[in-house]
């Protein structure tokens, strides 16, 4: 199989909600040196967004975006599990979790592992976290960033409520924020007030470096 049949073969085992397809072709690509991030990137990232778009559509239902959902998971797992970890000094302590309301924790869960990748201490969350757990653990450990995803428009709200309660506490500044999600913009980061925007994991990772001044 080349690439772009094993990118392609990515695409259609989340087009076709088919789990064990999904393991399949990820064992196949991270065993045919394709690196693990284009294997997202290019194969089921592609996937997972055709799936969304049909359901937006209308032309698939809530139980095959569960089925497909479920076959991205197993196949983020293999490939998250690739990612070559740099040997290096811990860069810094970053929180990251899913906000209140928002179950969607597949993105969320790539950029914690590129960061873990990338020499960070990361703690995440989770999915569903309500604002006050965010600064708590960022209180307990301390945090140098405090990253939060949202794949609603309607729990965007959260990041927002966020910058909001940081402020109140008097603890903005203290740590650095960074936002994320599908629906997320620069704009809406500048809106809030969050530190940096990132629209994927590898920007995540650029964007963590550039908050601590590490690059
Ligand atoms: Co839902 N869902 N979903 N869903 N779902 C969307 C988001 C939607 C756009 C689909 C659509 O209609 N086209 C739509 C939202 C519409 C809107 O708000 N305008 C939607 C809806 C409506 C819903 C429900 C309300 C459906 C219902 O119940 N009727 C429901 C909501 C539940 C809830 O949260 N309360 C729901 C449920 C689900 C499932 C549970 C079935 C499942 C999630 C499973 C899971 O995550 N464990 C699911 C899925 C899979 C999707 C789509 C199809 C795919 C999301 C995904 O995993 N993408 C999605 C459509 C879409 O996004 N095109 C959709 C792949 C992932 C790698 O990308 O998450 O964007 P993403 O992460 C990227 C970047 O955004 C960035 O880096 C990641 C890696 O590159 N990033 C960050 C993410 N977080 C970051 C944080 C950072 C930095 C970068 O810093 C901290």
Redesign the pocket.
Known sequence: MSREEIFKAAQKAINEYNANEAKEVAQRGIAEGIEPMEL??KG??PG??????????GECF?PE??Q???A??IA?EIINAAIPAEAQKRKGK?V?G?VE???????????VS?LKANGFEVYDLG??IPTEKFIEKAEEIGAD???????????MEGQKKLELALKKAGLKGKYKT???????TQRWADRIGAD?????????VK??KQLLGLS
Request: aromatic share 4%; proline share 1%.
């Open positions: 997202m990137n089921f990232i997972i967004s055709q799936v969304g778009d049909r359901f937006a559509q809530l975006l569960i497909s959902a479920d991205m998971r983020t970053v990251v899913t309301g928002d179950i969607h924790d597949i993105g969320k869960t790539i950029v590129l999915r569903d960033i405090i990253g939060s995803s949202a794949l609603l428009t309607t729990t960074m936002v994320g999600g599908a629906p997320v940096a925007y990132a629209e994927d994991a590898g920007e995540a964007k963590a």
